[in-house]
């Protein structure tokens, strides 16, 4: 319950889990990025935010360095993350679970328990009301990480701008 009364069922999703397939590219740069902007509207310390991987190939590694450098150039520090898998046990820990892309939906939606679905989404989707996918860019040139690190940004800002709103009328 807060000052406010409010059920706490009636407050925005308490955690957000970014998930992407390797957890070295994009579902990192999201953490960070949305970490500083909760940060920075003062909600950092209610909601808990994590990354993860539908895949295992990096496990325990430190984000793919054009990840860095990506962030770093946009003030963002992410080098001390560290890869991994997504586990059954996030399924009924996250209130949000958003994914970069169609694949990796598909992947949590066919792995989560049926109470688990309707908090698993697409990020840009539920952001911003566009069907897309973030695009992979590991496999691509370098200026990939800054199309996606803009895409991030779009979609976290607007993520951000709708869990404020949703407490302002709230506590309104
Ligand atoms: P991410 O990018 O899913 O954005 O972290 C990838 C990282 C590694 C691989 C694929 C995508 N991989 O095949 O190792």
Redesign the pocket.
């Known amino acids: 319950m807060t000052d406010s009364g409010v059920e706490p069922n009636a407050k925005p999703p308490a955690s957000v889990l970014f998930v992407?397939?390797?957890?070295?590219?994009?579902?990192?740069?999201a953490e960070g990025i949305f970490r500083r902007l909760l940060n920075e509207t003062g909600l950092g310390k209610e909601i808990h935010v994590d990354s993860a991987?539908?895949?295992a190939?990096?496990v325990g590694g430190a984000?793919?360095t054009r990840?860095i450098e990506t962030a770093a150039r946009h003030g963002l520090d992410i080098a001390g993350q560290r890869?991994r898998k997504v586990r059954d046990a996030d399924f009924e820990n996250f209130g949000l679970i958003l994914a970069?892309d169609r694949s990796?939906r598909d992947t949590l939606l066919a792995r989560a328990p049926a109470s688990a679905r309707n908090r698993i989404h697409l990020f840009m989707e539920h952001s911003l009301g566009i069907s897309a996918d973030?695009p992979?860019?590991?496999?691509g040139a370098g200026d990939g990480f800054e199309a996606?690190y803009r895409m991030l940004e779009e979609g976290s800002s607007a993520l951000v701008e709708k869990l404020v709103a949703g407490r302002r009328s709230l506590s309104g």
Do not use: F
């Open positions: 992407c397939l390797g957890n070295i590219c994009r579902s990192p740069l991987g539908t895949g190939w990096h984000p793919d990840s890869a970069m990796n973030v992979d860019p590991y496999y996606v």
